[in-house]
């Protein structure tokens, strides 16, 4: 067993950047030799992408759909893993990887953790990851296992810097397990009136806002501010605003100016949606919210109290 | 249609806390427990979707319940499984027992939340598949029933999502939002009690602490409060101040 192994993620056609963060991440690692693994229906649509300084072969796997299966992918990596032996795999922590790396990880008896955020070698890969909603960091280890599969968080590692000699190719020849699922098609989630990802200031509520007829509040909040209204996932699954409006993993990556977030505790999926901000000010009753780890500027307060204020004071 | 829901009781650490043993666990003492949110909605869907629906854990007594919530909800059964060998199981470990345990149902479907909110793995509901070699598609937003197939919106990253169809029986892992989750009455709540919930250790199960030992993923090795980062610069004084001081630095901000 030695070597890394990094497994690409695309989706419709196109490397997601992620790819770049494992590879970092990898070449940190300084663990011998470093593949990077492309299971996709036309692998060499990537290869300039991945033309990078550390990588030193790229194993395609041609699969015969268009789009991603979990047990087409399963049995891809399994296959990869027996055929390379490789003592770390990485995946990116993405929605695609939940659906298919813990079932190799369960099946082949691997080391495993999802959601890593550090990662360092001693006798074997050691890791941090957040634990009880980010209170705390878990350290754990692997004993016994030879290779360790880890699905890596997104936004956390430094990406590989592109430019670098091609890497040496090679088709690798992997018995691929019948799709038990069938693909119908992509949808954007219901579009809205505003694009959030285009305002250079957003207001931002989430749970703390209490009651479904407070959203109004905050929207004239917003135009009084001349901010754009955004929120996170609760109010979204509550039904009292569209998805268009939600920041975070699952709904939009912003990157305002200001990103002013009132009442919202900063859970690690809203935060992976917001913290490319320039500006970030946080207004919280919790001193311990997480929201504050990421924030520029903070203020333990009522969310209800400073947005009086604020509607004040803005004549 | 028989749906199997494993569920977890889930800790929030309090605003102070303690650790025990140099950082290998939370003194229990600063735990508050409950049913995972996530659970909440996976529930709720077998319960709009199935005939008969069984509820399994893996707990200490604390969450029986989490369980007793849920056969108040409308769940039929409930299985609650411990054995000191369980104690700081990853999730794979916990999926190799709940496989056990899920298996001897042959269930039609079955659903787990996508996550815990405390360990915040996702892996345990897709690594169960895998030991029961059933389908499997993670982080479904909205099933539709037809027959012996499921369509399934699939919530990916950045609003995108897509559609799937999948055979029964299947596993899926279950989003928040999906549905409304239900509550029950005290009429229910009482009469919870008197639905069977069965509680097993592992040799009920026909496994031995060494089947879940060779499941575990990973091994624990401390628990330690994370460096802080930087951190915000705090405004203080009154709303009216930090108002005033917020209005400051948007107006900067914008104008740069």
Redesign the interface.
């Known amino acids: 067993m030695s070597g890394v192994l990094v497994v690409a993620e695309a989706?419709r056609g196109e490397l997601r950047e992620v790819t770049l963060e494992l590879i970092g991440a990898a070449k940190g690692l300084g663990q011998g030799p470093l593949s990077v693994a492309v299971v996709d229906h036309d692998p060499s649509r990537f290869a300039d992408r991945l033309a990078l300084d550390g990588v030193d072969a790229v194993l395609a796997v041609k699969t015969p759909g268009e789009?991603f299966e979990?047990?087409v992918a399963?049995s891809a990596l399994e296959g990869l893993i027996a055929a390379e032996q490789p003592s770390l795999v990485l995946l990116a922590?993405?929605?695609?990887s939940?659906?298919?790396?813990?079932?190799?990880?369960?099946?082949g008896?691997?080391?495993?953790?999802?959601?890593v955020t550090r990662i360092w070698w001693e006798d074997g890969p050691?890791?941090?990851r957040?634990?009880?909603?980010?209170?705390?960091?878990?350290?754990?280890?692997?004993?016994g296992?030879d290779t360790v599969l880890l699905l890596l968080r997104g936004g956390t590692f430094e990406p590989a810097e592109p430019g670098g000699a091609a890497p040496a190719w090679r088709e690798v020849a992997v018995e691929l397990r019948e799709p038990?699922?069938?693909?119908?098609?992509?949808?954007?989630?219901e579009a809205g009136d505003v694009d959030i990802t285009k305002a250079?200031?957003l207001l931002s509520v989430g749970r703390g806002i209490e009651d479904k007829d407070n959203v109004e509040q905050f929207e004239e909040l917003a135009e009084r501010?001349?901010a754009t209204l955004s929120v996170s996932?609760?109010l979204?699954?509550?039904g009292w605003v569209p998805?268009?409006r939600?920041v975070g993993?699952?709904?939009?990556?912003v990157k305002p100016?200001?990103y002013?977030a009132l009442g919202i505790s900063g859970a690690?999926q809203h935060l992976a949606g917001m913290r490319g901000a320039?500006?970030?000010?946080?207004?919280n009753t919790?001193p311990?919210a997480p929201i504050?780890?990421?924030?520029?500027?903070?203020?333990?307060?009522?969310l209800f109290?400073?947005a009086?204020?604020?509607e004040?004071?803005?004549g | 249609m028989r749906i199997v829901v494993p569920v977890k009781q889930v800790a929030v650490v309090d605003e102070d806390f303690e650790l025990v043993d140099g950082g290998s666990a939370v003194d229990p003492d600063f735990l508050e427990w409950s049913l995972n949110e996530w659970d909440e909605f996976s529930v709720e869907a077998a319960l709009q979707m199935g005939d008969e629906v069984i509820v399994v854990t893996v707990g200490e007594e604390e969450a029986t319940e989490g369980l007793l919530a849920c056969l108040a909800k409308g769940a039929d059964r409930a299985l609650r499984i411990w054995d000191p060998a369980l104690e700081g199981a990853d999730a794979l470990a916990v999926a190799r027992v709940l496989a056990a345990a899920v298996g001897r149902e042959s269930p039609d479907l079955v659903l787990c939340g996508v996550q815990s909110s405390d360990a915040v793995n996702s892996a345990t509901g897709i690594g169960l598949a895998a030991h029961l070699d059933l389908p499997h598609l993670a982080v479904a937003r909205a099933i539709s029933a037809d027959g012996d197939s499921l369509t399934v919106e699939r919530e990916l990253e950045g609003g995108l999502i897509e559609v799937v169809r999948v055979g029964l029986p299947a596993l899926l892992t279950v989003q928040t939002g999906i549905n409304e989750p239900r509550y029950a009455n005290l009429r229910a709540i009482k009469q919870a009690r008197e639905k069977p919930l069965e509680v097993l250790d592992l040799a009920g199960l026909g496994l031995s602490e060494s089947d879940v030992d060779a499941a575990r993923g990973s091994r624990l090795r401390k628990l330690a409060v994370p460096e802080a980062g930087e951190g915000a610069e705090m405004l203080q004084g009154s709303p009216a101040e930090v108002a005033t001081r917020i209005r400051e630095i948007v107006a900067e901000r914008l104008s740069a």
């Open positions: 989706r789009h979990p047990h399963q922590h993405s929605i695609d939940l659906g298919f790396a813990p079932a190799v990880a369960a099946r008896g691997l080391g495993f953790a999802s959601d050691v890791v941090g957040s634990a009880y909603g980010g209170k705390l960091e878990a350290e754990l280890d692997f004993p296992r038990r699922s069938e693909h119908v098609e992509f949808r954007e989630v250079d200031f501010l001349g996932r609760p979204v699954d509550a998805g268009a939600q993993q699952s709904g939009k990556t100016k200001v002013l690690v320039d500006t970030i000010i946080a207004v919790d311990e504050f780890s990421v924030a520029h500027y903070g203020a333990v307060a009522d109290d400073v009086e204020q604020l004040q004071q803005s």
